[in-house]
């Protein structure tokens, strides 16, 4: 069984899943995962389809991933790096993987750092016992520490037998940090901008959880952000507790919010929206 893990806390050799239902979260940790192996002087290599993420080199830079030159990071589209023949083939996937291994070593990169999207195996043309020898046999790839790899399964096309396969598959699994979780709302850490990513509705009653993820967001220094673009409802006591968390930055550092336009008022009547630190964008992009 995959043990679970923060994405910071991936290792060179780690082979690990990420199994999600939020799209934005997906993209908040894949951007994670891109930006350190390229601070590690690592050849990146993101295998997506363009439904799930039409342009992830947008994505990447939204979340302060910025490719740097020479060609360390790659974003190839699934259908062109796995299809053979109209269909996939396990075997050609790990020669390719194998070859690209080759080259980053060739190259003078510290290592090799992947992550695929694995939604091809829903499709009609793949059949999906390739995915399960796919991933029983790389498993020798990374002996000798110099891959490491994110596979992403989206729980909504993946039935639960090859979700639990994922699982036993890996030996590590990545997913935000979730400081509160109910039908109404999450309140998890976010990775790449590092910050917090509010979701659903919250009031006073979740004040603790939420000055919690805000205190560990202040620890890790820099700006901080608060992602609240999937929050459709904040009361007055929540929002003065990003409000003083905002008040306990030292000089230097500041906060960006994102949010609807509904939650900022509510920001803006408790006086967050005015202090020197704090920098708002609505999502519908309206000052």
């Not at 009609?124 to 000798?144: S, Y």
């Not at 004040?207 to 202040?218: H, K």
């Not at 890790?220 to 929540?238: K, P």
């Not at 930055?249 to 906060?255: D, F, I, K, V």
Request: aromatic share 6%; hydrophobic share 45%.
């Amino acid at each position: 069984m995959a043990a679970a893990a923060s994405v910071d806390d991936l290792l060179p050799g780690d082979h690990a899943c990420l199994t999600y239902s939020d799209a934005e979260e997906r993209l908040d940790i894949v951007a994670a995962f891109v930006r350190d192996g390229l601070g590690a002087g690592q050849r990146v290599i993101c295998f997506t389809d363009p439904s799930a993420a039409p342009d992830l080199a947008g994505e990447l830079a939204d979340r302060d991933v910025k490719p740097t030159n020479g060609g360390q990071l790659a974003i190839r589209d699934n259908d062109d790096a796995w299809l053979s023949g109209g269909r996939v083939s396990a075997t050609n996937m790990i020669e390719m993987l194998s070859g690209e291994l080759a080259a980053a070593h060739r190259d003078g990169f510290a290592g090799l750092r992947v992550t695929a999207d694995m939604c091809w195996a829903t499709r009609p043309v793949a059949a999906v016992d390739e995915l399960l020898v796919f991933e029983t046999r790389v498993a020798g790839l990374f002996a000798d520490g110099r891959l490491t790899t994110v596979c992403q399964y989206d729980r909504q096309l993946f039935d639960q037998v090859t979700l639990a396969f994922a699982a036993k598959a890996h030996a590590r699994a990545v997913a935000a940090a979730v400081y509160y979780e109910d039908p109404l709302l999450r309140i998890c850490r976010q990775h790449a901008p590092p910050g917090v990513r509010l979701a659903g509705e919250i009031d006073y009653r979740r004040v603790p959880e939420l000055n919690q993820a805000l205190a560990e967001a202040l620890r890790l220094g820099g700006d901080i952000h608060v992602n609240l673009t999937h929050l459709t409802f904040m009361d007055a006591a929540a929002a003065a507790s990003v409000g003083q968390a905002a008040l306990s930055l030292p000089s230097g550092r500041a906060m960006a919010i994102v949010c609807r336009r509904a939650v900022h008022k509510v920001l803006d009547l408790v006086g967050v929206t005015s202090q020197v630190a704090v920098r708002v964008r609505l999502t519908d992009g309206r000052p």
